[in-house]
């Protein structure tokens, strides 16, 4: 079994690796020429993020040729996952694959502006993320399959999900409302754990471009805490306590 993961917080690494199998991660996947993955199983884990997939898991679903009898996705999610598994779906129907089984696991929110992250943390205990990774991987060693669903107006609700995580919160608007606070060490944590390659160190400061994929990995991660938005909901930051910082490191660097 091979599963392709993305990552910022250490969240889908944790669940990918509770699945088991090879892991594969979809950021240095991404920078190969080719991608051809071929398993009995395939599977991608990723965080839902405006009730779909990041946009660099989209990319990578267009990108890579994957031959496998049972591909499936399961989602990481906060609040809610709203049209994520029809996203799925559909962009593995576009790949030429059939979307065997579709699952979500509820964690932290982290999405900084909406979410403070203290307060998730402490639900965690209620949400029994154990257990729900415990049915997971039993209904993928059992190779269950499911049926998703797509009506007009489900479609309808992707597009506008779509149209929102590309214009709206994603790549040059959000990179470039990033400030870094004297704290910063330049130690350039936060270059190693984007998975965009969006963010340069230099002696003189931190300088981001234009596509970000508003995973605030770098604001997550940052040991300074020195990487702030224009608002955010509380002041501590989030990291999955099964992963090392040098875990998401190796991932995305």
């Known amino acids: 079994m091979t599963i392709c993961y ?13 699945i088991g199998g090879t892991l594969l991660s979809i950021p240095q996947l991404m920078r190969q020429e080719r991608i051809e ?13 405006n009730a779909e997939m990041p946009m660099m898991v ?23 996952y709203g049209e994520a598994f029809a996203h799925a779906k559909l962009a593995a129907e576009e790949a030429g694959l059939t979307l065997r089984y579709v699952n979500a696991v509820q964690m932290v929110d982290n ?38 669903r797509i009506t007009p107006i489900t479609k309808a609700q992707m597009a506008l999900y779509h149209k929102r995580l590309a214009d ?9 409302s990033y400030t870094v606070s004297g704290d910063c060490i330049h130690c350039g944590v936060c270059a190693k754990v984007c998975p965009a390659n969006n963010i340069t ?5 931190v300088r981001f471009s234009d596509h970000c ?16 938005l224009p608002l955010e909901a509380g002041t501590a930051h989030f990291r999955n306590e099964h992963v090392t910082l040098n875990d998401i490191i190796q991932s995305n660097e």
């Open 37 to 49: 993955i071929e398993d009995e199983a395939v599977g991608v884990v990723c965080p839902v993020y």
């Open 58 to 80: 989209r990319d990578f679903m267009r990108k890579a040729s994957i031959r496998t009898g049972y591909f499936f996705f399961v989602y990481t999610y906060g609040m809610g």
């Open 168 to 176: 709206r919160w994603l790549r040059k608007d959000t990179a470039l």
């Open 111 to 148: 999405f900084l502006p909406y979410f403070d992250m203290q307060e998730q943390i402490d639900t965690l205990p209620q949400k029994n993320v154990e257990g729900q990774l415990d049915a997971v991987c039993a209904e993928i060693a059992a190779r269950k399959t499911v049926d998703v």
């Open 213 to 228: 994929e508003v995973c605030y990995a770098c604001l997550q991660n940052c040991p300074q805490s020195a990487i702030h």
């Open 6 to 18: 993305f990552t910022a917080t250490g969240n889908c690494l944790y669940v990918a690796s509770r």
């Open 201 to 205: 160190v230099t002696a003189e400061g």
